[in-house]
């Protein structure tokens, strides 16, 4: 990213969006700002007031970009599906559209999907795939095309801390904790650095309700046992009730280490965010939801260029 460049990172909730502009160093917190947001405007991580955003959003952002109107938009994890598929060596890897379709109940093309292939062994190929609604996703970039800004990428706030951890974990199977907007949590499943699977809580529940729920969900799940580790992005207090829920040896899949994390400001949040997702780090490759778009536009740019040499050559011949 350019020194002299400014890049807006936006953060999509409930009751608030919040901004955080790069500075003019790299890797600095300029500024930041958070706006209200109507009553219904948003609704579990769905737009249904796009007219009433955009101008709340035109005007936030005009007061913290001077020059340049890049953004990277990170939406609820409500509304983003997430999952893992591990395919045994010598099977052959089954059409994306097909997975989307038995883990979501849906056709494909409803969705706009993102995929990469985490990691190959020689006893299987491990796949990791984002997903969400089409319609959703267009509604946030209408906002911001309706705002005058311009959408790098999008992203949601627990991929976030997952691109910019930089504790380096022995075990592929880990656990993730975010306290996101709204008063709610996200606790994620990760395995080869891509988030597996999400839930969303209510933070009222308080930490030791919300870990218990999480150790509950787990325990259901095949990848229990090889869960090692937990990241925390939160609290003193958060960090503490983690440790004795996941650290507790009764534990069915044993015990789990909670690896620290500093606390995370709103604004830094946001910041982060907007860094990790626009970057082309493996860990934040598969979050940003335009990538595949991205790359059909660069492909076509490609063509239409090879087109235009094959067909001037000829003329050149011709002559």
């Known amino acids: 990213m350019s020194a002299h460049r400014s890049l807006l990172g936006i953060e999509f909730a409930e009751s608030k969006i919040r901004l955080a502009r790069t500075g003019a160093k790299p890797f600095t917190l300029s500024a930041s700002h958070a706006i209200s947001v109507p009553k219904n405007a948003i609704v579990k991580g769905v737009v249904e007031d796009a007219a009433a955003l955009a101008p709340l959003l035109s005007e936030a952002a005009a007061s913290l970009l001077a020059h340049g109107n890049e953004c990277v938009v990170l939406i609820p994890s409500d509304i983003v599906h997430n999952f893992v598929v ?11 559209r097909m997975l989307l379709t038995e883990k979501l109940g849906e056709p494909s093309g409803s969705f706009t ?15 990791g795939v984002s997903a969400v609604r089409k319609q959703w996703l267009q509604q946030y970039l209408s906002i911001c095309a309706r705002a005058g800004l311009v959408v790098r990428a999008v992203s949601t706030a627990p991929a976030m801390a997952l691109a910019n951890q930089k504790e380096k974990l022995s075990s592929p199977h880990m656990l993730l904790y975010v306290p996101s907007v709204d008063e709610k949590s996200t606790i994620s499943t990760v395995r080869s650095g891509w988030i597996a699977h999400d839930t969303v809580m209510s933070a009222k529940r308080g930490f030791a309700k919300i870990f218990q729920t999480a150790t509950t969900m787990m325990e ?23 440790k004795k829920t996941f650290g507790a040896p009764k534990r069915k899949g044993g015990k789990v280490t909670v690896v620290r994390a500093l606390p995370v400001a709103e604004e830094d949040r946001v910041y982060a965010g907007a860094l990790a997702a626009s970057s082309c780090s493996p860990a934040a490759l598969h979050f940003n939801l335009l990538q595949k778009s991205a790359r059909s536009r660069k492909h076509l740019i490609a063509l239409g260029l090879a087109v235009f040499a094959i067909v001037f050559i000829a003329l050149m011949f011709v002559q």
């Open 113 to 127: 999907v993102v995929s990469h292939t985490l990691e190959t062994t020689a006893s299987e190929t491990i796949i």
């Open 220 to 242: 259901a799940t095949d990848a229990t046992a090889a869960i090692k580790h937990m990241l925390v992005h939160a609290s003193d207090d958060a960090i503490t009730s983690a």
């Open 86 to 96: 591990s395919i045994p060596a010598g099977n052959a890897r089954p059409p994306l």
